[in-house]
């Protein structure tokens, strides 16, 4: 980005760099570095990060503590005017919270070909969804490829 470059705080990329922010946070924990943001009316109501291992829970998924955060903050478990941001496309479990808490537009940033169940095996709900991808793929990308890398190299 310039310097006198600023960044619309409505834009895809905004709450993308918000999730990402989030994902260098289940970095720092030794985590998946997966992070996700739910936002409302252009405020993000719920946050979360990759924390199965400190949770000692399968399900602590980035995804499903955003969501968690969002019900608790509505008051709902459905939010279909919602729109979910998350660095890496999401998995069966993920896409499942996604169908049954109707969120209307997903945006994920890097898809996933081995876990991610959005593009490749979609359920037709969310063909009718509003799906974008490759919103700051690269970082996306990149931040789950050094942390791999990283982990990798530990074990030489």
Known sequence: MAKNETIN???????????LAEAQKAQRDDEV???????????????GYNQTEKLRDAT???????LTAAFEKVGNKII??????????????????????RIETIIFGASDKKSGFLQQNAHP???KK??????LAN??????????????????
């Open 9 to 19: 705080p409505f834009s895809h990329e905004y709450f993308m760099r918000q999730a």
């Open 33 to 47: 570095p997966i992070g996700a943001v739910v936002v409302l009316n252009d405020s993000i109501i719920g946050r």
């Open 60 to 66: 602590a998924h980035a995804e499903m503590i955003a």
């Open 80 to 101: 279909p005017e919602a729109k979910l941001y998350v660095t890496i496309e999401p998995c069966m479990m993920c896409s499942g919270a996604l169908y049954w808490s």
């Open 125 to 127: 709900f969310f063909k």
């Open 130 to 135: 509003n799906i974008l991808t490759n919103i």
């Open 139 to 156: 970082e996306c990308r990149t931040i789950m490829q050094d942390f791999f890398i990283s982990k990798r190299n530990s074990k030489i």
